[in-house]
């Protein structure tokens, strides 16, 4: 495990403590968590973010091979 020094103001670390204490945990173990999230966060929104961007590709892009036309016939109703 890798030890972080983090400096916060007197305000910020009092709420953490008293999170902490609510929960029955410790600061380091809610902003492991919270670290943890994030990490989640991202992948999933660049996950979904690549998605996105292959059903994009996939609504312009056309079929190799055949024609990308409509003979008249399909066109105009005969």
């Not at 009092?14 to 966060?41: F, N, S």
Request: negative net charge.
């Amino acid at each position: 495990m890798t030890n972080l020094t983090l400096t916060i103001n007197d305000s910020t670390a009092h709420k953490a403590q008293l999170a902490a204490q609510r929960r029955r945990t410790t600061v380091d173990a809610l902003v492991q968590g919270l670290i943890e999230g994030l990490d989640i966060k991202e992948t999933d929104a660049g996950n979904r973010a690549c998605e996105a961007l292959e059903r994009s590709f996939q609504d312009v892009s056309m079929p190799f091979g055949g024609k990308p036309w409509k003979d008249r016939d399909e066109l105009y109703d005969r």
